[in-house]
């Protein structure tokens, strides 16, 4: 854990694992597949971004707004609760 509160390797990994995936898709369009082959690809590797980023907004949770409503400063608490607020509705739009 960083003082972010998320593992920078375990999610270096888990991105470079996508990366490879979007590079297998660019290598299927290149060898011109089926393009529901390449559908399925695109749809697997957007639900493992989107399982990247629902992991790090639970250790932004875990972390950085459980730390500050612990941290009694209620000006802290409330920015870091708007932010996690925006951020959901960020992400949810993405869905």
């Known amino acids: ?3 972010h509160g998320y593992d ?3 999610l ?3 991105l470079r694992r996508i990366e490879g995936q979007v590079r297998g ?3 299927m369009v290149d060898e011109e597949r089926y393009c529901i082959d390449i559908l399925t690809q695109i749809g697997a590797a957007m639900t493992a971004l989107e399982n990247v980023g629902l992991k790090v907004l639970e250790d932004h949770v875990g972390h950085c707004v ?3 409503i612990a ?3 209620e000006v802290e608490a409330r920015a870091k609760t708007d932010e996690l ?3 959901v509705q960020r ?3 993405t869905r």
Do not use: N, W
């Open 8 to 10: 920078k390797a375990a």
């Open 91 to 93: 992400f949810a739009k």
């Open 25 to 27: 898709i660019e290598k």
């Open 1 to 3: 854990m960083t003082d």
């Open 12 to 14: 270096g990994k888990r």
């Open 71 to 73: 941290s009694g400063d």
């Open 85 to 87: 607020l925006a951020a």
């Open 66 to 68: 459980t730390g500050a």
